[in-house]
């Protein structure tokens, strides 16, 4: 663990639940009042991880799902095929039913193309085509699929969509 979180306990990060949750599933749909949200299970950064839908909006809320730098790496994430697999589904699901895309840890709107950007570095993956640059993050070691530019953040290559994974969990 790295140093700056030694004395972190489950007490300082657990929130005391104060309330009954219901469980959010794939297929889910919420009717706010003229605003529905449609949800979607996109397993690869957490095995939960889901992606919601503004039906009225056109927009698609990302979150952690599916990123610039989606980390795919830890043992609270899913393998490669897996997290391929899903996005592939999310596509099917989702595809001509958004115009706007937004992600968590960034400001302003995404691209609309991080979906099939992220599919495009999970199949470069796959077929052995990454640039495998090694990443640590916590004391855990992986790589990034495609080569950045440190200071921006960005793909060299000018993609869009990113993976840190380990390559010891590709084919989970």
Known sequence: ????????????????????????????????????????????????S?????KE????????????????FD???VGV???????????????GKYDRVYLSH???????EMVDGVIQVCENVLAGKADNVPFEFLGQKAHIAKAIDPVKMQRVDGGIGNIVYDKERIYE
Do not use: Q
């Open 1 to 48: 663990m790295a140093e700056e979180f030694k004395d972190v306990t489950e007490e300082d990060y657990i929130p005391v639940r104060t309330g009954e949750y219901l469980p959010l599933k794939h297929g889910d749909t919420f009717d706010l009042g003229g605003v529905t949200l449609e949800v979607y299970e996109c397993s690869g950064h957490t095995p939960g």
């Open 50 to 54: 889901m992606v919601i839908l503004i």
């Open 57 to 72: 909006e056109r927009t698609l809320i990302l979150g952690d799902a599916c990123n610039p730098f989606t980390f795919v």
């Open 75 to 77: 043992g609270h994430s």
């Open 81 to 95: 095929t897996t997290f391929i697999r899903k996005l592939k589904c999310l596509k099917e699901e989702t595809d």
């Open 106 to 112: 960034r400001e302003g709107e995404a691209p609309k």
